[in-house]
């Protein structure tokens, strides 16, 4: 059937199965090198294979939890939103979380995704006490922190077998409320040092104007939040201290046509946008579901991209070339005459890991409908990223060269090396690692 | 926090565990009922565990008749709320050859689950109050050369809420018909569904449980098999038969 990532770019006939149990996975892993698939939401071909994609979704059962230690065990297909559905009721939260809560456990740690919080507290993969992995010959492999097998499969893109069990520790919290501060930053230079001075904050993101030039390029909404403690909220808020009640959320009904999102339609859209953040500037109290996950109220919000669908960029440039890098990369964006709609800039704390992507410095994560044109200027993103000794995140990508990979991160080639030495490279492949030949 | 259980004969299937959230979603104890029951063990403690409802496994054969008193009789509680989802699609070239594989799918579809069902609307009936709910099939509506033992066992399932319903109508006990069209579970995996007459088994549960909490009849789940069944029905036979579909 025609698969593709969340972007609809690029689209692939994929061989789809979804086994119920380790007997059926070990039979779809003989049929030849195949790859694990959670809930497709990485961009690009990531969990793509023409031949064996191997659905998780069957593997969604939750095994045990310890209220004690908050050690949530679970099936690595379990959906992230059911977790917090089911425990933060009882005092539990997702102890790094991506944009969207409609991700599974086992892409959670494939990706060793990263949250608002990784300055403060790393990546996903900090929180993880072990997996089980099923590797070569169909062998289970319980394995954990400081051992290969952990440290390669954490970030490792499903390139090192399928992950069916995790053991997960979830962060305690008094509400399912944030407070939430809102700082509008008027140039690049002052998103920055916002960041700088916000390093306590627990959580921190930018929403950042690319579409403006000049002296206001780089102007952004830097949004900081924590978790309210109870007898901090507004009596209204207080008697519902787990939140407000779910948003019902609408649905994207079709395709809209490309034109919709013209460049006048985003340029408009991110002033108001910024403006409207001005003037919301302050502090308030904001439920978990719009902190976090802004767009899962609009389900298939991928479709207003249109049928051609779209792309993301995102890199992280060390700290010392953020400021040069990132100045180069929106005045490339702004040339190249082509808006982002979704911009969204981070500070990420230090992080050493075998192939995981966040380093400590900026990333900048960009989203673009698909064309020739847009196509072409994230080449040359690509180049500036490079430039300045900075990484991409494969969760996003659907288009990379291999040698630019290679040249930005030279881990991939160890990546690669450990994958033939072990044999995995005969087992395990996608579209991408294809591609980008790790 | 309801004390109303549910009891999901077909407690292995997709459709009938899907059902089984729901209401575990809502409050309710579960039991499911399967061949080899204990083997469900995973899906009990991950029930358990999301919805911190108690959720009891028992062996249940619909094909074998006189095991279902006992069975009753060993449920922890009188369920509130019965589904039976138990089903058998077979296939109909083999069932064209072999009378006794056309024998295990109109039993496994009709016989059997009306059997467990008639047990259950006696209790029901005497207590005053309940829910059946049984899953039949828009391939009952009309018997086509592709699946017509599976759609006679069926037509004949249908038929038989049907008469429940209208027989317990005055009794407090409510008969629920689920016409499914195409759902993507076990049953038909590895067939090419057309999508926009698929529904999935999450979506197919909340639509049951809430045609159960309105009293409603019969229902088809997805809208449009409404419109394809009545005009399917509606055929004159003599151009039916000439027709494949
Ligand atoms: C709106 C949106 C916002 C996002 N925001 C962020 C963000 O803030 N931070 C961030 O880090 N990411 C973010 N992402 C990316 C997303 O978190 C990752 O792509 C994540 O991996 C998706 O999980 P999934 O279950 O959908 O996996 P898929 O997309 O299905 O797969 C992703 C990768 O994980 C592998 N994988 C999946 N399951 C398994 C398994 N069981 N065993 C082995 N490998 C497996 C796949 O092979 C593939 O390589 C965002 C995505 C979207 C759509
Ligand atoms: N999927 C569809 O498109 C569709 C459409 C219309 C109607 N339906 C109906 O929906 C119901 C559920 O089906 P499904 O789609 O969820 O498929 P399924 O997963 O194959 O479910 C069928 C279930 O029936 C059980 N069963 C069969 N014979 C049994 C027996 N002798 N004793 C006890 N249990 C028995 C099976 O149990 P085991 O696991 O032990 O084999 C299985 O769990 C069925 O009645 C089916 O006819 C399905």
């Known amino acids: ?438 | 926090m309801t004390d109303q259980p549910v009891l999901i004969l077909g407690g292995r299937s997709d459709i009938g565990l899907a059902i089984a959230h729901r209401y575990a979603d809502l409050g309710h104890t579960v039991q499911l009922a399967a061949r080899n029951a204990q083997s469900l063990s995973q899906e009990k403690t991950d029930m358990e565990l999301r919805y911190g409802v108690t959720v009891s496994l028992h062996d249940f054969d619909v094909l074998a008749p006189d095991t279902h008193e006992a069975f009753l009789d060993g449920l922890p509680a009188l369920p509130q709320i019965a589904v039976c989802a138990v089903g058998y699609m077979g296939d109909q070239a083999e069932s064209q050859r072999d009378p006794a594989a056309a024998t295990l799918v109109m039993r496994s579809n009709f016989e059997g689950p009306a059997n467990i069902l008639a047990l259950l609307a006696n209790l029901f009936e005497a207590r005053g109050s309940g829910t059946l709910i049984g899953i039949s099939s828009v391939a009952g509506d009309r018997g086509r050369a592709t699946n017509y033992v599976y759609g006679a066992a069926k037509a004949g399932f249908t038929a038989f809420l049907s008469g429940l319903r209208n027989r317990l109508a005055g009794r407090g006990v409510h008969v629920l018909t689920v016409l499914p069209g195409f759902v993507a579970t076990r049953m038909t995996e590895g067939l090419d569904l057309p999508e926009k007459l698929t529904t999935d088994p999450e979506t197919l549960a909340v639509a049951v449980a809430r045609a159960a909490e309105k009293r409603r009849n019969v229902i088809y789940v997805k809208g449009v098999w409404a419109v394809v069944m009545l005009v399917i029905r509606n055929i004159p036979e003599a151009i039916f038969k000439k027709l494949s579909i």
């Open chain 1, 1 to 438: 059937m025609k698969l593709s990532g969340w972007g609809r770019y690029p689209v692939a006939d994929c061989r789809l199965s979804a086994p119920r149990d380790a007997v059926e996975l070990r039979a779809c892993l003989d049929a030849g090198p195949g790859i694990a698939r959670g809930n497709g939401r990485a961009y690009g071909d990531s969990a793509m294979n023409p031949s064996n994609t191997i659905s998780m979704r069957h593997f969604n059962h939750m095994i045990a939890f310890d209220p004690e230690t908050g050690q949530l065990i679970t099936e690595a297909g379990v959906i992230l939103g059911d977790v917090i559905r089911t425990f933060l009721p009882r005092g539990w939260f997702p102890p790094v979380t991506p944009g969207t809560k409609f991700v599974t456990i086992g892409g959670m740690i494939a990706a060793d995704v990263h949250g608002k919080n990784h300055h403060c507290d790393g990546s996903f993969g900090n929180f993880v006490d072990w997996i089980e992995v099923i590797g070569p010959g169909g062998e289970i492999r319980r394995t954990g922190p400081g051992e290969a097998l952990f440290e390669w499969t954490v970030g490792g893109m499903g390139l090192t077998g399928v992950i069916i069990r995790a053991a997960v520790r979830l962060t305690a919290v008094e509400t399912g409320w944030i407070r939430q501060r809102i700082l509008p930053a008027p140039t690049l230079a002052a998103t920055m040092d916002t960041f700088e001075t916000a390093q306590d904050a627990t959580y921190s993101v930018a929403w950042i104007d690319c579409l403006s030039t000049g002296a206001r390029q780089g102007r952004s909404l830097v949004m900081l939040g924590e978790h309210a403690a109870l007898d901090e909220l507004p009596p209204r808020a207080a008697r519902r201290p787990h939140g407000p009640p779910a948003r019902r959320a609408r649905t994207v009904p079709a395709d809209l046509p490309g034109f919709v999102l013209n460049r006048a339609a985003m340029r408009a859209f991110n002033a108001l946008y910024y403006r409207n953040g001005c003037r919301k500037a302050g502090t308030v109290h904001v439920g978990w579901d719009p902190f976090f996950y802004p767009l899962d109220s609009v389900l298939g919000w991928n479709r207003i991209y249109g049928r051609r669908g779209f792309v993301q960029f995102q890199c992280v440039l060390p700290l010392a070339e953020s400021y040069a890098g990132l100045s180069s990369l929106l005045d490339a964006v702004a040339a190249a005459g082509q808006g982002a709609f979704l911009s969204v800039l981070k500070r990420f704390g230090a992080q050493e890991s075998r192939f995981s992507f966040p380093m400590e410095g900026y990333t900048l994560a960009l989203d673009f409908p698909v064309s020739r044109r847009s196509l072409a200027m994230m080449e040359r993103l690509d180049e500036i990223t490079v430039a300045h000794g900075g990484r991409f995140y494969l969760a996003k990508d659907g288009r990379l060269k291999p040698n630019t990979l290679h040249s930005a991160d030279p881990r991939a080639a160890a990546f690669r090396a450990m994958r033939q030495d072990t044999g995995l490279v005969r087992e395990f492949s996608s579209r991408q690692s294809e591609r980008v030949q790790i």
